[in-house]
């Protein structure tokens, strides 16, 4: 059965039957308009589309419900608006909700608690990686490069699949950038207007050097 229709008018329009008016919102019948009182839908509640949980609990909760549509002259269709609902049976879907927003809330606490400590294990273990593959590299700046490149979200070297994997290129790789950065004059060369390639190309010996040197057992 279809539901229960009510229009917002586009233009002004009068309630038939009590000539009130204009209308906010009114119910056809045989194509002459109805006030909400006059449909007996007056003592309903509008709740607006958006909140798809919100509005199916509403509907189930009330008796009585109808569909409020607006027409769209450029699309030329009628597009919904929201739901008349009962008062008490939006109460009740809104208490419901918020119960499961709580119940999100912790759940996010719980993801976010147990995201950071896969990041603190991973960054120890990155860390781990890059003193093996390079055991002269200072210990604090391996925690830095572990830290820095492993950053959840930020697309860096550390978070892709291969970093992950603690793949030894993609390990190497945030080892060269940290020292391309730090240890040479490449950001100035970039604010110079050096193009990337080229400064890359410029200060590739110095960066090697140091990553060679890094590569040493230590004494």
């Known amino acids: 059965m279809d539901p229960l229709m009510v229009v917002e008018p586009l233009k002004q329009r009068h309630c038939a039957e009590c000539r009130r008016g204009p209308l906010e919102r009114m119910v056809l019948e045989c194509e002459a308009p109805r006030c909400l009182d006059c449909a007996d839908l007056g003592h309903l509640v509008f709740l607006p589309r958006g909140n798809a949980a919100l509005t199916r609990r509403a509907r189930e909760a009330s008796s009585l419900w109808a569909v409020v549509v607006r027409h769209n002259k450029r699309r030329t ?86 970093g992950r994997a603690l793949d030894e290129g993609a390990v190497t790789a945030a080892v060269r950038a940290s020292v391309r950065h730090l240890d040479t004059p490449y950001d100035a060369l970039l604010m110079q207007g050096v193009p990337r390639h080229e400064a890359r190309a410029r200060l590739a010996p110095a960066i090697e050097a140091v990553l060679a040197a890094w590569r040493v057992e230590p004494a």
Do not use: K, N, W, Y
């Open 77 to 162: 269709r009628d597009e919904r608006q929201g739901l008349l609902v009962e008062e008490a049976a939006l109460a009740l879907a809104e208490a419901a909700c918020l119960a499961d927003a709580d119940v999100r809330a912790r759940r996010r606490e719980r993801d976010a608690a147990r995201r950071a400590a896969e990041d603190v294990r991973f960054t120890g273990t990155l860390t781990a990686e890059i003193l093996r593959l390079f055991p002269s590299c200072p210990l604090d700046r391996a925690l830095d490069i572990a830290a820095h490149t492993s950053v959840r979200g930020s697309g860096r070297v550390g978070r892709t699949a291969a």
